[in-house]
């Protein structure tokens, strides 16, 4: 009966005859040198051995090259002793195996090692007991600047010329410490209790390791490194004796050198944290005080405290004491929720989280802080930020800071009474528009009267020109009622003239009639300059009179100001209420204005048309204006007005000082023609035409009178 045994993996046959039965894959017998394979029946082999290499003792050894030996053998059939001795072979054969697959894997393991150990950024060598190097990596050979196959290289021709004496003196105490432990131990002992040669080798393992820094330098010396290193002896396991070391640096220059940078920062930010002008105080998550400045140390009388333990709860003053807690809850309970999204959820990344940390802060709340002593109270607005570690963003606490804001808040609270006060004067004491404006004429404020006066409510004309009130009359296409008007803030703002006085026409908002309104404007100053205009605006008043009035007569010499102009025609029309109404009236005084500003602008000061239309395209006609005001040729000029009124006629004369135009040609022309001619300037005499029953000039055109018949209006 035929056998094939498959003992731990390895494939045996039984031998028949001359013959072998294999239990093995056949193409692992092809290509053996020296031996001769025939294959009678499958996995039945005959096998020729000439020079009996392969065949030894009745067995067959045939060596796989790729894997592994195969073992073939052939026992006596039903020989006990013989199978026996096959288990026996197979099993040793099984641990030649596995001793050398744990010979490949070790092998595989130094290989790995090798490469790590001479890829290593780290300076890394071995050394003899003699303090030479066996073995360094690439980065040692880099800085050192020769190969080791060169001569002989000492751990010494690495170390910087100021640190040789303290290293040496550091790698002898190690050597000689471990060498005395050494002969301290029992020899029997060591050979034969284990558990006394691997404690023994633990403690020495323990004591042969040294850490410290030093400085390296290169083998030209142009090149120096502050290190962190490591020293640990080497020794064999069974007889603890040393063999050399291995010494492992890290360049730690750049670190250093940031690490200084950091401390001053530090110190300068501390610096910074003590002498600012606030109070400050640096407390952990608990609201214990870390450290404070010496605001909060003199002002708040932290000195008379004991330091350990102080919270800074203990500075809010009771009243707001739950509401600062709820305000720190509420920033530690977001901080936590930023580094679970970092750190659980991983949604965030740690530069994310750590920007989101610093964003969260509490922002200037209102809080009153107390001192020490009880004694004072403070009202301050309130900040605070955390205080987080740089390498894990742990959060340790927060930075607190408060400005005392007591005297402003004083002065609030007195500026509030007096501007309540103020408004109750104002809207409750007087029918006037009030009013103040900004540097450019904008309403700062205004009284409750303007909705009363002209129909505009006071929060919707906040912030709106005051020109934008004024009445837009369709005849006035010169715009003189907004050219007056602006001209007189001007002479507040720019001239910081007091008590400026003139009337202008404004527009009812709802009603889109003019509302005529006597202004008084005042500079409002701050530091000698002038921010803004307070101003008066109110109703003229009837002249109770008037209805007695039988004749009036009045004679006026005004110099070259626009508003001036403005004033005397509201002055030589008031009275005409008694027999027109009050639109013919202000077309009269519109008429009688246009004529006066003609006189001033074309008579006196010699602007022509042409100048006037070109100014106001560039909108430099104020320059212009003044430029001809102030000239010594005009400065002087006057414009003289005389004016009669009685029971049906109205008669005004004016002359300036000019040269004079030709009035006739003018005359000549049909109404079209003029109003062509006269499309930008010179409405006055268009209007003039239209309204006054009589018109003469002098031969030299610098002065004319107007007649008006009011049973012809």
């Known amino acids: 009966m035929l056998k094939a045994y498959q ?25 053996i040198p020296g031996l001769e394979f025939s294959f009678t029946e499958p996995d039945i082999i005959s096998v020729s051995d000439p020079g009996h290499e392969y065949i030894r003792d009745n067995l067959l050894y045939i060596p796989d090259f790729k894997r592994q030996i195969i073992l073939i053998i052939s026992p006596a059939e039903k020989n006990q002793n013989i199978l026996s001795e096959i288990q026996y072979a197979a099993d040793l054969l099984s641990i030649s195996m596995a001793f050398q697959k744990k010979q490949a894997s070790l092998l595989d393991k130094y290989r790995n090692y090798l ?3 001479q890829k290593s950024p780290n300076l890394t060598a071995i050394l003899n007991t003699r303090g030479e190097v066996v073995e360094w990596n690439e980065a040692a050979e880099q800085l050192y600047g020769r190969e080791l196959s060169s001569g002989p290289v000492s751990y010494l021709d690495f170390i910087h010329e100021d ?58 010396g142009d090149k120096s490194l502050v290190v962190d290193y490591t020293v640990s002896l080497i020794f064999d396991p069974e007889t603890l004796e040393t063999s050399g070391c291995i010494v492992t640096t890290t360049d730690i220059t750049h670190r250093k050198e940031l690490r200084e940078q950091m401390e001053e920062s530090e110190r300068k930010y501390r610096d910074l944290f003590k002498l600012i002008p606030l109070f400050s105080m640096l407390i952990d998550t608990s ?7 010496y605001i909060s140390s003199e002002d708040y009388d932290l000195n008379s405290m004991k ?6 709860m ?11 807690a709820t305000l720190f ?10 580094k679970n999204q970092w750190i659980k959820d991983a949604t965030i990344t740690k530069e994310e989280c750590a920007l989101k940390l610093r964003s969260l802060r509490i922002n200037n709340e209102p809080l009153r802080l107390v001192s020490g002593k009880r004694d004072h109270i403070f009202e301050t607005e309130f900040t605070a930020s955390l205080w987080i570690s740089e390498s894990n963003l742990e959060i340790k606490g927060a930075l607190l800071s408060a400005i005392d804001v007591t005297e402003r808040n004083n002065y609030r609270r007195r500026l509030e009474e007096s501007e309540k006060k103020y408004r109750e004067l104002v809207e409750e004491k007087t029918r006037d528009i009030i009013f103040s404006l900004d540097g450019k004429a904008r309403f700062v404020m205004v009284n409750s009267n303007i909705r009363e006066k002209l129909g505009y409510p006071e929060d919707a004309i906040i912030g709106n020109y005051i020109i934008d009130i004024l009445y837009k ?10 050219e007056t008007f602006l001209e007189n803030i001007d002479r507040v703002l720019k001239n910081k003239k007091s008590d400026v006085r003139f009337k202008a026409v404004c527009d009812h908002k709802f009603l889109g009639e003019p509302v005529t309104l006597q202004f008084k404007l005042d500079p409002i100053m701050e530091n000698g300059e002038v921010i803004g205009v307070m101003g008066f605006a109110s109703e003229i008043s009837d002249d109770p009179l008037r209805e007695y009035l039988e004749e009036e007569t009045l004679s006026f010499t005004i110099d070259n100001r626009l508003t001036i102009a403005d004033e005397v025609s509201f002055r030589i029309t008031r009275n005409l209420r008694k027999y027109l109404n009050h639109g013919k009236m202000n077309l009269l005084r519109l008429g009688l204005r246009e004529m006066i500003i003609n006189a001033i602008e074309h008579g006196n000061l010699g602007i022509t048309y042409e100048e006037k239309t070109t100014a106001q395209k560039n909108q430099s006609y104020h320059d212009l204006l003044q430029e001809r005001q102030m000239s010594e040729e005009n400065k002087h000029k006057k414009v003289y007005i005389e004016y009669k009124l009685c029971e049906n006629t109205a008669t005004y004369t004016i002359r300036d000082e000019g040269a004079g135009f030709d009035h006739e040609k003018f005359f000549k022309l049909k109404a079209a023609r003029l109003n062509e001619q006269m499309a930008q300037h010179g409405r006055g005499i268009l209007i003039t035409r239209s309204i006054f029953d009589d018109i003469r000039y002098n031969e030299r055109g610098n002065q004319v009178m107007l007649v008006a018949h009011f049973q012809n209006m």
């Open 7 to 31: 003992l731990n993996g390895i494939a045996i046959a039984v031998k028949i005859g001359t013959r072998f039965r294999i239990c093995a894959c056949r193409n692992l017998f092809n290509n």
């Open 115 to 117: 490469n790590i150990f």
């Open 163 to 220: 640190e040789i004496t303290r290293i040496r003196e550091n790698f002898a105490g190690l050597y000689r410490n471990c060498e005395n432990f050494r002969k301290t131990l029992d020899p029997n002992r060591m050979m034969n209790d284990p558990s006394y040669r691997e404690t023994s080798y633990e403690r020495i393992m323990q004591m042969g390791a040294h850490q410290g820094l030093t400085k390296l330098t290169s083998r030209s």
């Open 287 to 293: 609201g214990k005080t870390v450290d404070f400045n």
């Open 307 to 312: 330091f350990d333990g102080i919270s800074y």
């Open 314 to 324: 203990d500075f809010i003053h009771r009243d707001d004491q739950k509401r600062a």
């Open 329 to 338: 809850i509420d920033l530690y309970t977001k901080a936590i929720h930023f």
């Open 473 to 482: 009359d369709p005849n006035d296409k010169n715009q003189i009622n907004r």
